[in-house]
């Protein structure tokens, strides 16, 4: 059983900065890439940010400048640093990873429970 569990979500005042945590815990034998997503009231989950196990790094055109996402392969652990905060931003913020267990031959996709960001004007 594998988990991810997001932390850092909160309010903020536009103009403002967060960072958020996801750490990834259970029987992990590696993890692939890893990435953020988010999704607005009444909007479809958007991708926001993706980092490989090497650290390649792709951005949505919306958070390019503003948003860099990194990760601590030793700790099983990805970081979404938010600066230049906008009301548009608001969303629960989804962590994602590609997964493989012990004793597993293939990855799986595993989702965390979501944090909330919510950017006030």
């Known amino acids: 059983q594998v988990q991810l569990v997001e932390s850092g979500g909160g309010l903020v005042q536009a103009g403002g900065s967060l960072r958020l945590s996801c750490a990834a815990s259970?029987?992990?034998?590696?993890?692939?890439?890893m990435g953020w997503y988010r999704q607005a009231p009444g909007k479809q989950r958007d991708l926001v940010a993706t980092?490989?196990?090497?650290?390649?790094?792709n951005y949505a055109d919306s958070v390019k400048g503003r948003f860099t996402v990194s990760r601590d392969n030793a700790k099983n652990t990805v970081y979404l640093q938010m600066n230049s905060l906008k009301p548009e931003d608001t969303a629960v913020y989804y962590c994602?990873?590609?997964?493989?267990?012990?004793?597993?031959?293939?990855?799986?996709?595993?989702w965390g429970q979501g944090t909330l960001v919510t950017v006030s004007s």
């Open positions: 994602n990873g590609n997964v493989r267990t012990t004793g597993a031959i293939w990855y799986r996709e595993v």
């Open positions: 259970g029987s992990i034998a590696s993890i692939g890439a």
């Open positions: 980092i490989t196990s090497g650290g390649i790094t």
